[in-house]
């Protein structure tokens, strides 16, 4: 999924290591080995791994901006 | 240096160029740039020691290299120089272009941007292939694929979730 949007967490399975990422209704699985992280937290995913927490209010900007350009 | 030849670090220019770009190769596919089995096979050739491509580099890192040849311009250098290279991502010449949000870094986040920086990071911790690094005073975690003899009280250079290489 894209690094350059920012995801929201909607859940966590801390056994197995990873969070449930949602980027505007779409779902993907990423590992919380880098960095913890909770449920409502934005954030950035690399190759399958959640690397960075992003502020929430810089992220729904980010996100505001990707889907501006989507639509171009 | 004319007429100098210095042959100390047995490092190629072009997996020099491509550790560095190698966090955005992931960026590129998610960006639908590149395929994901384009991103793997750049992944083999730098972490198996094969044979980089320079054209296909050239290619798939296209504002890189627009900056790469301003900067051997201005050092009167070949773009595919080392010292080139290292000027750009060592040297501050890409956290610059970063930093005065050229091209599509216009539309990345704060956050965004400082992953996209080269920071000059200590290790302070190493488990399997994770380092935890140390740099203007915050502590992250980062892949030591790079550099996998990476150890606690090392300095290494970090691109995005990567630890890039060892530096003095």
Redesign the interface.
């Known amino acids: ?4 949007i ?1 995801g929201k967490v909607v859940s966590i399975d801390k056994e197995k290591g990873f969070a449930t990422v949602n980027y505007s209704g779409e779902q993907r699985k990423a590992s919380t ?3 913890e992280v909770k449920p409502g937290d934005y954030v ?1 995913v ?2 399958q ?1 959640i ?2 927490k ?2 929430k209010k ?2 729904l ?2 996100i505001k ?2 889907q501006e ?1 989507e639509k171009k | 240096m004319a007429g100098e030849r210095k042959e100390i670090s047995s490092e190629t220019p072009e997996r020099y160029f491509l550790k560095y770009a190698y ?1 955005c190769s ?2 590129l596919v ?2 639908g740039k590149i395929t994901d089995e384009k991103r793997k096979e750049l992944e083999k050739q730098l972490l198996n020691n094969e044979p980089i491509d320079r054209t296909e580099l050239e290619n798939i890192f296209k504002a890189a290299f627009k900056r790469l040849k301003e900067i051997a311009k201005e050092m009167k250098k070949d773009y595919w120089d080392l010292e080139v290279i290292k000027e750009y991502f060592f040297g501050e010449k890409h956290n610059d272009f970063i930093d005065k949000q050229e091209g599509m870094y216009s ?6 941007r400082e ?1 996209c920086k080269v920071h000059k990071a200590e290790v302070t911790e190493k488990r399997e292939n ?1 380092l935890t690094v140390k740099y203007a005073g915050i502590a ?4 030591a694929t790079l550099v996998p003899d990476a150890k606690v009280g090392d300095k290494v250079t970090v691109h ?2 990567f630890a890039i290489e060892k530096v003095a």
């Open positions: 999924m894209c690094l350059a920012p080995q880098l960095v950035i690399q190759a791994f690397i960075q992003i502020p810089e992220a900007e980010a901006v990707w350009n | 966090p992931f960026v998610d960006l539309e990345f986040s704060p956050t965004i992953l994770i992250r975690n980062v892949f995005w979730a």
